[in-house]
């Protein structure tokens, strides 16, 4: 860079507003596909592990036996491949920033549904054995 255009950027910033916020004294910019923190429905999650595979800070953890969902909002970049990758959608990118944090933790943990049970097949009404797929 020269030392014309150093001095053109030099002036012109002098004259111009910051790009920067005073967040959390402002609200920040939000937009519909703003990143703010990741959300599950409990009701929905399988415990199939996939999104504590595929995180890349080891953020999620997901606990099959106690059916618990675990994620440390401390290690969480918000990147949402948990999000994308979720089998049956349970987890949501939600866009509102979480509240600044000043100590160690942000360790959210719920209990989840866990796998579905498969149905006994129904049985016909007249009693008979149900038919067998023929190949
Ligand atoms: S948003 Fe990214 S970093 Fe955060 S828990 Fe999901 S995969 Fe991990
Ligand atoms: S949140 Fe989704 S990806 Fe993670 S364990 Fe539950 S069902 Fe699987």
Redesign the pocket.
Known sequence: MTLFENTKIVISSLFTRPATLMYPAKPAKKTANTRGHVT?NPA?????????RKCPTQA?N?DVKEKT?EIDNMRCVVCAV?VD????T??TMDNQYRPAMTARGGIEKVT?AGPKKKEPAAAPANGAKPAEKKE
């Not at 929905?44 to 504590?52: E, N």
């Open positions: 599950i929905g999650c399988i415990t199939c592990r996939t999104c504590q999620i997901v969902w948990c990758t979720c089998p049956t349970c987890l989840v």
